[in-house]
């Protein structure tokens, strides 16, 4: 299990590649890889801001308990902060078990966490003003489904 909280941006193929190297006795790796999404079309940036060390023991804790439920051979967890343009990869999840199925629940599972409770904040600036985003509705949902 590798978690990272980091500035610089990352090359998601070769994570995925070092990732499925290392996932011993797997059948399955999913992956899935975010990017910063301008829904306004006045975003010039996104600045994301953490409390290190506080944050990454809140992955640790999610990404072992989705390794305990799904007996996920390895599970990777990147997520960036600082500034970012609309564009820039902002996060990664992959997973690696036996049989396929778990390994797509336990990447929603991380996805979701990621989404919704992960101690991130994020702020938009662009043409019209600042603003934080505001936590939506629909991802509080999807993880209740877990």
Do not use: N
Request: hydrophobic fraction near 45%.
């Amino acid at each position: 299990m590798e978690i990272r909280v980091q500035q610089e941006p990352f090359a998601a193929g070769g994570e995925l590649d070092a990732f499925t190297a290392r996932a011993d006795g797997a059948g399955a790796v999913v992956s899935f890889s975010g990017i910063v999404r301008d829904d306004s079309g006045k975003m010039a940036e996104m600045v994301i801001e953490h409390y290190p060390g506080m944050t990454e023991r809140a992955l640790e804790t999610i990404a072992q308990e989705a390794m305990e439920r799904w007996s996920l051979a390895d599970a990777l967890v990147i997520h960036r902060f600082g500034t970012m343009q609309p564009g820039e990869q902002i996060m990664m999840v992959a997973t690696a078990s036996r049989h396929r199925k778990d390994a797509f629940e336990a990447a929603e599972f991380l996805m979701d966490y990621l989404k919704s409770r992960a101690p991130f904040w994020k702020k938009e600036h662009g043409s019209d003003g600042t603003s934080w985003v505001a936590a939506k509705q629909e991802d509080e949902d999807a993880l209740k489904r877990w």
